[in-house]
């Protein structure tokens, strides 16, 4: 849109603008993983009911997904698994083969 840049040089002033399709959706890619759930679990019948059967799908995904970019290798899978020794303890799962 032609009148775009003009309003955003006027509200934020020395900050660059990079007009491709991928670049300033930063926002957009925060909430990925969650459109990602419910497009798989589709027929939701309200957005609260969504965010109740979602909810607890965060933190245990985020036990199974330590930030691997911040961990050497060993350190990485040693905790993959504790964790999942953890999980299986929990649930009463038998040991992996």
């Keep these: 849109m032609a009148s775009y840049p003009p309003a955003l040089r006027r509200v934020l002033p020395g900050v660059e603008h990079r007009r491709h399709k991928g670049l300033n959706n930063r926002a957009e890619q925060a909430h990925r993983p969650t459109r ?8 939701f019948k309200s957005p ?8 607890p799908c965060g933190p245990i995904s985020d036990h199974f997904r330590p930030r691997r ?8 899978h040693r905790l993959l698994q504790a ?9 009463g799962l038998p040991a992996a083969a």
């Design 69 to 76: 970019h911040l961990l050497p290798a060993p350190d990485y």
């Design 36 to 43: 990602r759930r419910e497009r798989v679990l589709q027929r």
């Design 83 to 91: 964790r999942f020794a953890a999980w299986r303890e929990v649930t």
């Design 48 to 55: 609260a009911h969504a965010q109740q059967f979602l909810s």
